[in-house]
């Protein structure tokens, strides 16, 4: 069955054409897939690049890419999928009633009737039961750091009521991972995960900033806050700030983890962070706020762009 304004029955707006979820998924499970973004996987991509960034940054400190780090690297593969399900789930259950006056969100499985609060509650659990199985294969100071990562994922879906900012706290906890894998690699946490955090916080600020552009009319009627309204014309000025942000820590990241490792390494790792500049300096040139389809092309565009450092931290670690 199909919907003429939203595709197959249930389908979100943005939605990726033709998704598995749409196309190939048991019906009965499909809104729950859907609570949990598979049929947008952009979001899990944007959860898990930090924590390759945390994992080259941990090889790279240690001078070797171990079978660890390998484990690593796929245990937050499988972990970023669940979480990110598991914060979407939370989004939706405490955005249910502002979801159902926004356009693009209005066909969420909660807001739709697809979804009750109890049943997704139950869906949140267990999401983070799976997660919690594998965060225990990392060591404790891993362990406790993915234990505190719980608390910006919680305060998130109410940032945008009482503050302008709300993308700071999405970026606190989306790049927690690069605080946790660099630690899971080296057994503590270091200045360059630090500095790969605080540069992937800019890096939320500079692609969330553009995704809410797609919803700064809606939200401006029911008055949720976001940075696409605090900064509306001047949003090409914060968002060149923030891009600047993002490749000077990430940049940073790369030559505290190379220090010891030579002046070849050290240039190679930081290409990574300059390259990855380049792709954000080419969506802000495209940037149109008045332009949604462009703005989620943009938006998803992040995927490629946050890619970007790991084979030069890789290109690093071999010479």
Known sequence: M????????????DAVS??????RAPEAW??????????RPIGTWLLLLPCWWGVGLGALSKGAFTLLDLWIAIGCGIGAILMRGAGCTWNDITDRDIDGSVRRTAERPIPSGRVTVPQALAWLVAQCLVALLI??????????????????????????RFTWWPQIFLGLAFNWGALLAFTASTGALGWPAVAAYLGGIFWTLFYDTIYAHQDA????????KSTARLFGERSPTWLRRFLMGAVAFLSLAAI???LEAGILPLVLAACGAWAMGWHLTWQLTRFDPDNDPRLLSLFRSNRDAGLIP??????????
């Not at 199909?2 to 707006?13: C, I, K, L, M, Y």
């Not at 499909?30 to 049929?39: A, G, N, T």
């Open 2 to 13: 199909t919907d003429q304004s939203t595709g197959p029955r249930g389908a979100v707006a």
């Open 18 to 23: 033709g998704n598995w979820v749409d196309t």
């Open 30 to 39: 499909k809104p729950y897939l859907r609570l949990s973004r598979l049929d």
């Open 135 to 160: 965060l225990l294969t990392f060591n404790w100071a891993a362990i406790g750091l993915g234990v505190l990562a719980l608390g910006p994922v919680a305060i998130y879906p109410f940032a945008k």
């Open 217 to 224: 009319e809606d939200d401006a009627l029911i008055g949720v």
């Open 256 to 258: 505290l983890a190379t």
């Open 310 to 319: 790991l084979p030069f931290f890789a290109c690093a670690l071999l010479v």
